[in-house]
């Protein structure tokens, strides 16, 4: 009896799917998304927009044991859901902008056709430790291409001025600090108060621009290639008119 007993319980121990449980076990999957979110939210600041908005989804679902593979490597779909009104800007400002869109796609780069994008995922699990093993994985490769060139288009559209829009989104005492100290690093005034002329200057901008509009432009500014492409006249217009505005402040 005792024989028959221990046979049933190594038969059961043996059938039991140990590699699919690492596979597929719920601390695995979360260790997947913050690798690949931590990656995902590296693009323009329109991604991270939208990542805090909740309309950007990224899960992983049918986690399984690789077979293909020796050992107890394992594979998932990695599934992003995009917001279709992110895809509609993209495309519509791509089709009043053709040549962009023949440039970009002549270095490989392309707007994803659906807003849910699917790819394979390879991982190793082994003694608890989640390790992507990726580096040849064209899919999602291109992906990760794909939706960089995606949300770098939306951030220079976003800081086009349109004209007679104003800002409908209160800055926080954060947003006016911080654009007010740069303000005083960044001008002068030939005379009067550098303090009152960049107050000025961050009230006026705060009537025209959102803060997610700042971040954009400031994103920009700092990207050589995307600034030359002049998407940031409108603002330097209005940010000239502003400092005329106020006690004539000229960069240092």
Same mark, same amino acid.
């Given at each position: 009896?005792?024989?028959?007993?221990?046979?049933?319980?190594?038969?059961?121990?043996?059938?039991?799917?140990?590699?699919?449980?690492? *596979?597929?076990?719920?601390? =695995?999957?979360?260790?997947?998304?913050?690798?690949?979110?931590?990656?995902?939210?590296?693009?323009?600041?329109?991604?991270?927009?939208?990542? @805090?908005?909740?309309?950007?989804?990224? $899960?992983?679902?049918?986690?399984?044991?690789?077979?293909?593979?020796?050992?107890?490597? *394992?594979?998932?779909?990695?599934?992003?859901?995009?917001?279709?009104?992110?895809? %509609?800007?993209?495309?519509?400002?791509? %089709?009043?902008?053709?040549?962009?869109?023949?440039?970009?796609?002549? #270095?490989?780069?392309?707007?994803? $056709?659906?807003?849910? /994008?699917?790819?394979?995922?390879?991982?190793?699990?082994?003694?608890?430790?989640?390790?992507?093993?990726?580096?040849? /994985?064209?899919?999602?490769?291109?992906?990760?291409?794909?939706?960089?060139?995606?949300?770098?288009?939306?951030? #220079? $559209?976003?800081?086009?001025?349109?004209?007679?829009?104003?800002?409908?989104?209160?800055?926080?005492?954060?947003?006016?600090?911080? @654009?007010?100290?740069?303000?005083?690093?960044?001008?002068?005034?030939?005379?009067?108060?550098?303090?009152?002329? *960049?107050?000025?200057?961050? %009230?006026?901008?705060?009537?025209?621009? =959102?803060?997610? #509009?700042? $971040?954009?432009?400031?994103?920009?500014?700092?990207?050589?290639? =995307?600034?030359?492409?002049?998407?940031? /006249?409108?603002?330097?217009?209005?940010?000239? @008119?502003? /400092?005329? %505005?106020?006690?004539?402040?000229?960069?240092?």
């Amino acid at each position: 009896m005792l024989k028959k007993l221990l046979a049933v319980c190594i038969t059961f121990i043996c059938a039991t799917p140990f590699p699919l449980l690492a *596979c597929s076990d719920a601390a =695995s999957l979360a260790t997947l998304q913050k690798l690949e979110s931590v990656k995902f939210l590296e693009n323009a600041p329109t991604f991270k927009h939208a990542w @805090e908005d909740k309309t950007i989804q990224l $899960e992983f679902v049918n986690a399984k044991v690789n077979n293909q593979s020796a050992g107890q490597d *394992c594979m998932a779909t990695l599934k992003l859901t995009l917001p279709q009104q992110d895809l %509609d800007e993209v495309n519509t400002y791509l %089709d009043e902008n053709p040549a962009k869109r023949i440039l970009l796609g002549a #270095q490989g780069y392309t707007i994803p $056709e659906s807003n849910i /994008n699917k790819v394979d995922y390879f991982y190793t699990v082994e003694n608890g430790k989640v390790t992507s093993n990726n580096s040849g /994985n064209q899919s999602l490769n291109s992906l990760h291409s794909n939706i960089e060139f995606m949300y770098q288009t939306l951030a #220079q $559209e976003r800081v086009v001025l349109k004209k007679g829009v104003k800002n409908t989104v209160a800055w926080s005492e954060e947003n006016k600090k911080a @654009e007010l100290e740069s303000c005083k690093r960044s001008y002068q005034v030939a005379t009067g108060d550098i303090d009152f002329a *960049c107050s000025c200057r961050v %009230d006026n901008l705060s009537k025209i621009l =959102s803060p997610r #509009q700042m $971040e954009l432009i400031g994103f920009i500014q700092k990207q050589p290639y =995307s600034a030359a492409t002049g998407v940031l /006249n409108s603002y330097a217009y209005t940010s000239k @008119e502003i /400092n005329e %505005d106020c006690s004539k402040l000229s960069r240092k």
